[in-house]
Protein backbone atom coordinates (compact mmCIF):
# COMPACT_ATOMS: atom_id res chain seq x y z
CA UNK A 1 0.00 0.00 0.00
CA UNK A 2 1.20 3.70 -0.60
CA UNK A 3 0.49 7.01 1.26
CA UNK A 4 -1.71 8.71 -0.91
CA UNK A 5 0.34 11.64 -1.46
CA UNK A 6 3.71 9.62 -2.24
CA UNK A 7 5.32 11.19 -4.90
CA UNK A 8 4.98 14.87 -3.84
CA UNK A 9 7.68 16.95 -2.46
CA UNK A 10 7.10 19.89 0.31
CA UNK A 11 10.05 22.13 0.68
CA UNK A 12 9.63 23.44 4.23
CA UNK A 13 10.49 26.59 5.10
CA UNK A 14 8.78 26.85 8.48
CA UNK A 15 9.77 26.48 12.09
CA UNK A 16 7.82 26.97 15.61
CA UNK A 17 4.51 24.88 15.68
CA UNK A 18 1.73 26.36 12.67
CA UNK A 19 3.84 25.48 9.55
CA UNK A 20 5.69 22.60 10.66
CA UNK A 21 2.33 21.02 11.89
CA UNK A 22 0.97 21.36 8.68
CA UNK A 23 3.72 19.96 7.17
CA UNK A 24 4.13 17.17 9.54
CA UNK A 25 0.09 16.12 8.28
CA UNK A 26 1.80 16.08 4.64
CA UNK A 27 4.70 14.26 5.55
CA UNK A 28 2.43 11.37 7.32
CA UNK A 29 0.71 11.33 4.26
CA UNK A 30 3.46 10.34 2.24
CA UNK A 31 4.89 13.36 0.84
CA UNK A 32 8.54 13.68 0.91
CA UNK A 33 8.74 17.12 3.30
CA UNK A 34 12.44 18.34 3.37
CA UNK A 35 12.82 20.51 6.09
CA UNK A 36 15.44 23.44 5.59
CA UNK A 37 16.76 25.05 9.21
CA UNK A 38 19.34 27.63 9.87
CA UNK A 39 22.80 26.17 10.25
CA UNK A 40 24.23 25.82 14.01
CA UNK A 41 20.93 26.92 15.16
CA UNK A 42 17.82 24.84 13.29
CA UNK A 43 13.87 25.28 14.07
CA UNK A 44 14.02 27.35 17.12
CA UNK A 45 11.56 24.45 19.23
CA UNK A 46 14.92 22.75 19.39
CA UNK A 47 15.72 24.91 22.13
CA UNK A 48 11.98 25.09 23.97
CA UNK A 49 12.96 22.73 26.90
CA UNK A 50 12.98 21.15 29.36
CA UNK A 51 11.96 18.32 29.08
CA UNK A 52 14.15 17.22 26.42
CA UNK A 53 14.80 13.37 25.05
CA UNK A 54 16.99 11.16 27.32
CA UNK A 55 19.90 10.06 25.38
CA UNK A 56 21.54 6.01 25.98
CA UNK A 57 23.52 7.62 28.91
CA UNK A 58 20.31 9.34 30.43
CA UNK A 59 21.15 12.61 29.79
CA UNK A 60 19.59 15.21 28.25
CA UNK A 61 20.10 15.94 24.35
CA UNK A 62 19.20 18.47 22.05
CA UNK A 63 16.42 17.37 21.01
CA UNK A 64 13.23 19.17 23.05
CA UNK A 65 9.61 17.52 23.55
CA UNK A 66 8.53 20.38 21.68
CA UNK A 67 10.11 19.89 18.45
CA UNK A 68 9.78 16.03 18.44
CA UNK A 69 5.90 16.88 18.55
CA UNK A 70 5.76 17.95 14.90
CA UNK A 71 8.45 17.51 13.10
CA UNK A 72 8.32 13.49 12.22
CA UNK A 73 8.52 12.20 8.29
CA UNK A 74 10.70 15.07 7.24
CA UNK A 75 14.18 14.89 6.05
CA UNK A 76 16.44 17.71 7.89
CA UNK A 77 18.82 20.22 5.57
CA UNK A 78 20.69 23.07 6.82
CA UNK A 79 20.58 25.86 4.18
CA UNK A 80 21.94 29.81 5.30
CA UNK A 81 19.38 31.61 3.53
CA UNK A 82 21.10 34.62 4.08
CA UNK A 83 24.11 34.27 1.41
CA UNK A 84 23.88 34.56 -1.83
CA UNK A 85 24.88 31.03 -2.86
CA UNK A 86 22.97 29.76 -0.19
CA UNK A 87 19.91 31.54 -1.87
CA UNK A 88 21.11 30.23 -4.86
CA UNK A 89 20.99 26.87 -3.90
CA UNK A 90 17.31 26.84 -2.35
CA UNK A 91 15.99 28.07 -5.73
CA UNK A 92 17.35 24.96 -7.67
CA UNK A 93 15.96 22.86 -4.86
CA UNK A 94 12.62 24.58 -4.76
CA UNK A 95 12.59 23.56 -8.56
CA UNK A 96 12.60 19.96 -7.81
CA UNK A 97 9.72 20.64 -5.37
CA UNK A 98 5.73 20.89 -5.94
CA UNK A 99 4.83 23.03 -2.74
CA UNK A 100 7.00 25.29 -0.64
CA UNK A 101 5.85 26.24 3.06
CA UNK A 102 6.90 29.02 4.84
CA UNK A 103 6.41 30.94 7.76
CA UNK A 104 9.07 34.22 7.46
CA UNK A 105 7.95 37.58 8.13
CA UNK A 106 5.85 39.82 5.05
CA UNK A 107 8.27 40.19 2.45
CA UNK A 108 11.51 38.22 4.28
CA UNK A 109 11.93 35.64 1.84
CA UNK A 110 11.16 38.34 -1.75
CA UNK A 111 14.32 40.37 -0.59
CA UNK A 112 15.96 36.93 -0.48
CA UNK A 113 14.84 35.98 -4.21
CA UNK A 114 12.29 33.71 -2.42
CA UNK A 115 9.22 35.03 -2.92
CA UNK A 116 6.31 33.54 -4.78
CA UNK A 117 6.28 36.61 -7.49
CA UNK A 118 9.99 35.46 -8.07
CA UNK A 119 9.34 32.28 -8.27
CA UNK A 120 5.99 31.46 -10.61
CA UNK A 121 7.50 32.28 -14.35
CA UNK A 122 10.30 29.94 -13.89
CA UNK A 123 8.01 27.37 -11.98
CA UNK A 124 4.36 27.93 -12.88
CA UNK A 125 2.97 24.94 -11.76
CA UNK A 126 4.19 25.65 -8.17
CA UNK A 127 2.29 25.69 -4.84
CA UNK A 128 3.57 28.65 -2.83
CA UNK A 129 2.04 28.91 1.09
CA UNK A 130 2.65 31.42 3.25
CA UNK A 131 1.79 31.40 7.15
CA UNK A 132 2.20 34.34 8.97
CA UNK A 133 0.99 36.15 11.67
CA UNK A 134 -1.86 38.37 10.50
CA UNK A 135 -1.52 38.08 6.63
CA UNK A 136 0.27 39.36 3.49
CA UNK A 137 -2.20 42.75 3.41
CA UNK A 138 -3.58 45.11 6.14
CA UNK A 139 -2.24 47.17 8.96
CA UNK A 140 -1.02 44.45 11.04
CA UNK A 141 0.80 42.26 8.02
CA UNK A 142 3.88 43.73 9.32
CA UNK A 143 3.75 42.50 12.66
CA UNK A 144 5.20 39.87 14.15
CA UNK A 145 2.55 36.89 14.65
CA UNK A 146 2.56 34.59 17.70
CA UNK A 147 -0.02 31.90 18.94
CA UNK A 148 -1.10 33.72 21.81
CA UNK A 149 -1.44 37.30 20.15
CA UNK A 150 -3.82 35.74 17.67
CA UNK A 151 -5.49 33.55 20.71
CA UNK A 152 -6.12 36.78 22.29
CA UNK A 153 -6.60 39.13 19.27
CA UNK A 154 -9.08 36.59 17.86
CA UNK A 155 -11.35 36.56 21.03
CA UNK A 156 -11.15 32.64 22.25
CA UNK A 157 -8.79 33.96 25.17
CA UNK A 158 -11.94 36.39 26.44
CA UNK A 159 -14.01 33.40 26.43
CA UNK A 160 -11.67 30.61 27.94
CA UNK A 161 -11.69 30.28 31.81
CA UNK A 162 -13.72 30.74 34.55
CA UNK A 163 -16.50 33.65 34.98
CA UNK A 164 -14.91 35.60 37.78
CA UNK A 165 -10.97 34.58 36.71
CA UNK A 166 -8.63 35.85 34.66
CA UNK A 167 -8.60 35.38 30.73
CA UNK A 168 -7.10 32.29 29.73
CA UNK A 169 -5.52 31.26 26.83
CA UNK A 170 -5.79 27.61 25.36
CA UNK A 171 -3.35 24.80 26.92
CA UNK A 172 -1.94 24.21 23.71
CA UNK A 173 -0.82 26.80 20.89
CA UNK A 174 -4.07 25.90 19.31
CA UNK A 175 -4.26 29.18 17.27
CA UNK A 176 -0.99 27.82 14.99
CA UNK A 177 -2.30 24.12 15.28
CA UNK A 178 -5.50 24.64 13.57
CA UNK A 179 -3.70 27.41 10.95
CA UNK A 180 -1.37 24.78 10.01
CA UNK A 181 -4.98 22.54 9.44
CA UNK A 182 -6.13 25.14 7.75
CA UNK A 183 -2.81 25.57 5.53
CA UNK A 184 -3.10 21.51 5.03
CA UNK A 185 -6.49 22.38 3.48
CA UNK A 186 -5.53 25.08 1.19
CA UNK A 187 -2.61 23.41 -0.43
CA UNK A 188 -4.32 19.97 -1.34
CA UNK A 189 -6.97 22.01 -2.83
CA UNK A 190 -4.07 24.14 -4.32
CA UNK A 191 -2.59 20.71 -5.72
CA UNK A 192 -6.25 19.57 -6.91
CA UNK A 193 -6.48 22.52 -9.16
CA UNK A 194 -2.46 22.32 -10.41
CA UNK A 195 -3.28 18.62 -11.49
CA UNK A 196 -6.62 20.07 -13.54
CA UNK A 197 -5.15 22.56 -14.89
CA UNK A 198 -1.58 22.67 -14.82
CA UNK A 199 -1.93 26.42 -12.60
CA UNK A 200 0.24 26.55 -9.14
CA UNK A 201 -0.94 29.01 -7.25
CA UNK A 202 -0.07 31.40 -3.99
CA UNK A 203 -1.81 30.93 -0.62
CA UNK A 204 -1.72 33.54 2.28
CA UNK A 205 -2.38 31.70 6.02
CA UNK A 206 -3.04 34.52 9.12
CA UNK A 207 -2.96 32.83 12.49
CA UNK A 208 -5.70 35.54 13.05
CA UNK A 209 -7.93 35.09 9.83
CA UNK A 210 -8.09 31.63 11.21
CA UNK A 211 -8.40 32.33 14.60
CA UNK A 212 -11.54 34.30 13.85
CA UNK A 213 -12.60 31.55 11.60
CA UNK A 214 -13.15 29.16 14.47
CA UNK A 215 -14.77 31.11 16.90
CA UNK A 216 -17.96 29.28 15.25
CA UNK A 217 -21.09 29.60 16.87
CA UNK A 218 -19.33 32.29 19.88
CA UNK A 219 -19.04 34.37 17.07
CA UNK A 220 -22.17 33.42 14.94
CA UNK A 221 -24.04 34.20 18.42
CA UNK A 222 -22.61 37.62 18.16
CA UNK A 223 -23.50 38.15 14.61
CA UNK A 224 -26.76 36.79 14.34
CA UNK A 225 -28.04 37.85 18.41
CA UNK A 226 -26.00 41.28 18.74
CA UNK A 227 -24.49 42.77 21.69
CA UNK A 228 -26.21 41.18 24.33
CA UNK A 229 -24.82 37.66 23.44
CA UNK A 230 -20.98 38.61 23.65
CA UNK A 231 -19.81 35.59 25.02
CA UNK A 232 -17.93 36.00 28.32
CA UNK A 233 -16.31 33.31 30.11
CA UNK A 234 -18.11 30.66 30.88
CA UNK A 235 -15.92 27.87 32.71
CA UNK A 236 -16.99 24.62 31.27
CA UNK A 237 -20.41 25.68 30.61
CA UNK A 238 -22.05 26.15 26.76
CA UNK A 239 -23.81 28.78 26.12
CA UNK A 240 -26.12 27.04 24.20
CA UNK A 241 -26.43 23.83 25.46
CA UNK A 242 -27.90 23.25 29.42
CA UNK A 243 -26.28 20.65 31.25
CA UNK A 244 -22.97 20.81 29.05
CA UNK A 245 -20.33 21.45 31.70
CA UNK A 246 -17.91 19.97 34.31
CA UNK A 247 -19.82 18.72 37.75
CA UNK A 248 -18.63 17.68 40.86
CA UNK A 249 -18.96 14.07 42.41
CA UNK A 250 -17.57 13.03 45.99
CA UNK A 251 -14.41 12.25 44.88
CA UNK A 252 -13.49 14.55 41.78
CA UNK A 253 -15.28 15.96 38.75
CA UNK A 254 -16.79 14.59 35.49
CA UNK A 255 -18.25 15.92 32.50
CA UNK A 256 -22.05 15.84 32.07
CA UNK A 257 -22.97 16.63 27.76
CA UNK A 258 -26.65 16.28 27.60
CA UNK A 259 -27.57 17.00 23.99
CA UNK A 260 -31.21 16.85 24.13
CA UNK A 261 -34.19 16.97 25.98
CA UNK A 262 -34.71 13.12 25.97
CA UNK A 263 -31.12 12.89 27.22
CA UNK A 264 -32.17 15.26 30.01
CA UNK A 265 -34.91 13.29 30.66
CA UNK A 266 -32.81 10.27 31.27
CA UNK A 267 -30.45 12.07 33.41
CA UNK A 268 -32.43 13.08 35.46
CA UNK A 269 -34.55 9.72 36.56
CA UNK A 270 -30.89 8.25 36.96
CA UNK A 271 -29.96 11.13 38.93
CA UNK A 272 -33.04 10.66 41.35
CA UNK A 273 -34.15 14.29 39.78
CA UNK A 274 -37.41 12.62 38.26
CA UNK A 275 -39.36 16.41 38.19
CA UNK A 276 -36.83 18.55 36.76
CA UNK A 277 -37.92 17.55 32.93
CA UNK A 278 -41.71 18.66 34.24
CA UNK A 279 -40.89 21.50 35.60
CA UNK A 280 -41.59 24.56 32.66
CA UNK A 281 -37.97 26.02 33.22
CA UNK A 282 -36.32 23.06 32.33
CA UNK A 283 -38.23 20.96 30.25
CA UNK A 284 -36.40 22.39 26.82
CA UNK A 285 -33.34 22.88 25.88
CA UNK A 286 -34.05 26.42 25.42
CA UNK A 287 -35.61 26.80 28.92
CA UNK A 288 -32.74 25.47 30.29
CA UNK A 289 -30.46 27.63 28.84
CA UNK A 290 -32.66 30.98 30.32
CA UNK A 291 -32.64 29.64 33.37
CA UNK A 292 -29.16 27.95 34.25
CA UNK A 293 -28.90 29.83 36.98
CA UNK A 294 -31.78 27.89 38.72
CA UNK A 295 -30.72 24.79 37.35
CA UNK A 296 -27.23 24.19 37.82
CA UNK A 297 -27.18 24.40 41.50
CA UNK A 298 -29.58 21.82 41.98
CA UNK A 299 -27.70 19.76 39.81
CA UNK A 300 -24.51 20.04 41.17
CA UNK A 301 -26.63 19.34 45.02
CA UNK A 302 -27.15 15.91 43.33
CA UNK A 303 -24.24 15.17 41.60
CA UNK A 304 -21.86 15.54 44.89
CA UNK A 305 -22.77 12.87 47.07
CA UNK A 306 -22.05 9.94 44.53
CA UNK A 307 -18.53 9.01 43.23
CA UNK A 308 -17.31 9.51 39.53
CA UNK A 309 -17.72 6.07 38.61
CA UNK A 310 -21.51 5.97 39.81
CA UNK A 311 -21.86 9.12 37.13
CA UNK A 312 -19.71 7.69 34.42
CA UNK A 313 -20.75 4.26 34.36
CA UNK A 314 -24.46 4.33 35.47
CA UNK A 315 -25.17 7.16 32.57
CA UNK A 316 -23.12 5.23 29.80
CA UNK A 317 -25.77 2.13 29.38
CA UNK A 318 -28.35 4.81 28.82
CA UNK A 319 -26.98 7.14 26.54
CA UNK A 320 -25.85 9.77 28.26
CA UNK A 321 -23.12 11.56 27.38
CA UNK A 322 -20.42 11.22 30.61
CA UNK A 323 -16.73 11.22 30.67
CA UNK A 324 -13.77 11.45 33.03
CA UNK A 325 -11.55 14.93 33.37
CA UNK A 326 -8.74 13.09 32.61
CA UNK A 327 -5.04 14.48 33.03
CA UNK A 328 -2.29 14.32 30.75
CA UNK A 329 -1.06 11.06 32.42
CA UNK A 330 -4.79 9.70 31.81
CA UNK A 331 -4.90 10.84 28.53
CA UNK A 332 -2.40 7.99 27.10
CA UNK A 333 -3.41 5.26 29.75
CA UNK A 334 -7.51 5.60 28.50
CA UNK A 335 -8.44 2.07 27.21
CA UNK A 336 -9.82 3.73 24.17
CA UNK A 337 -6.79 5.69 23.53
CA UNK A 338 -4.22 2.49 23.52
CA UNK A 339 -6.89 0.69 21.88
CA UNK A 340 -6.39 3.15 19.12
CA UNK A 341 -3.20 3.41 19.52
CA UNK A 342 -2.68 7.02 19.38
CA UNK A 343 0.99 6.57 20.64
CA UNK A 344 3.25 4.96 18.68
CA UNK A 345 7.46 4.43 18.69
CA UNK A 346 10.05 5.21 15.97
CA UNK A 347 13.97 4.38 16.18
CA UNK A 348 15.60 6.91 16.90
CA UNK A 349 19.77 6.83 17.15
CA UNK A 350 19.73 9.17 20.26
CA UNK A 351 16.73 8.36 22.39
CA UNK A 352 17.30 5.83 25.58
CA UNK A 353 16.89 2.08 24.11
CA UNK A 354 16.63 3.65 20.59
CA UNK A 355 13.19 4.03 20.42
CA UNK A 356 11.37 7.58 20.40
CA UNK A 357 7.63 7.58 21.64
CA UNK A 358 5.24 9.94 19.99
CA UNK A 359 1.65 11.12 19.32
CA UNK A 360 0.10 8.92 16.60
CA UNK A 361 -1.81 10.84 13.57
CA UNK A 362 -5.31 10.57 13.98
CA UNK A 363 -6.05 9.73 10.49
CA UNK A 364 -7.39 6.30 9.31
CA UNK A 365 -7.32 5.82 5.99
CA UNK A 366 -8.77 2.66 4.72
CA UNK A 367 -6.21 2.04 1.24
CA UNK A 368 -3.79 4.62 1.68
CA UNK A 369 -2.46 4.66 5.38
CA UNK A 370 -0.20 6.77 7.18
CA UNK A 371 3.33 6.31 7.20
CA UNK A 372 5.34 6.62 9.80
CA UNK A 373 8.72 6.69 7.78
CA UNK A 374 11.32 9.10 9.51
CA UNK A 375 11.67 9.89 13.33
CA UNK A 376 12.13 13.88 13.70
CA UNK A 377 15.17 14.31 12.17
CA UNK A 378 18.45 15.72 13.88
CA UNK A 379 19.74 19.27 12.81
CA UNK A 380 20.80 18.88 9.07
CA UNK A 381 20.79 14.43 9.37
CA UNK A 382 20.16 14.46 5.75
CA UNK A 383 22.02 17.45 4.15
CA UNK A 384 24.07 15.50 1.84
CA UNK A 385 21.44 13.09 1.36
CA UNK A 386 19.07 15.45 -0.52
CA UNK A 387 21.72 17.13 -1.66
CA UNK A 388 22.62 14.11 -3.69
CA UNK A 389 19.54 13.09 -5.03
CA UNK A 390 18.11 16.09 -5.98
CA UNK A 391 20.40 17.76 -7.59
CA UNK A 392 23.25 15.13 -8.33
CA UNK A 393 25.99 16.80 -6.19
CA UNK A 394 29.51 15.08 -5.85
CA UNK A 395 31.83 15.55 -2.25
CA UNK A 396 33.55 17.85 -3.88
CA UNK A 397 30.58 20.34 -4.33
CA UNK A 398 29.04 19.89 -1.32
CA UNK A 399 32.80 20.05 0.67
CA UNK A 400 33.02 22.94 -0.88
CA UNK A 401 29.39 24.46 0.64
CA UNK A 402 30.39 23.48 3.82
CA UNK A 403 33.70 24.77 4.18
CA UNK A 404 31.47 28.44 3.00
CA UNK A 405 29.00 27.87 6.10
CA UNK A 406 26.64 27.45 3.57
CA UNK A 407 25.21 24.42 4.16
Request: glycine fraction near 12%.
Given at each position: MTAPLTGLRVFDLTRILAGPTGTQVLGDLGADVIKVERPGAGDDTRKWGPPYLKGPDGEDTTESAYYLAANRNKRSITLDLNQAEGQALARRLIAECDVVVENFKVGD????GLGYDQLKEELPRLVYCSITGFGQTGPYAPRAG?????????GIMSITGDSDGEPA?????????????????????????RDASGEGQYIDMSLLDTQVSWLINA???????????????????HPNIVPYEALPASDGYYILAVGNDAQFRKFCDFAGLPELPGDPRFATNDARVRNRQELIPTLRE?????????????????G?????????????????????????????????????P?????????????DYRYPPPTLGQHTEEVLRELLGMEDPEIAGLRAGRVI
Open positions: LARRYDMLAQAMGKVGVGVADVMTGMYAVVAILAALRHGMNYLIGGPEHVQGRMGTSATAGKPRAHWLEGLAPLVPASPLNAIDEVFEDPQVVHRGMVIEMPHGQAQGGRLLIASPMRLSRTPV
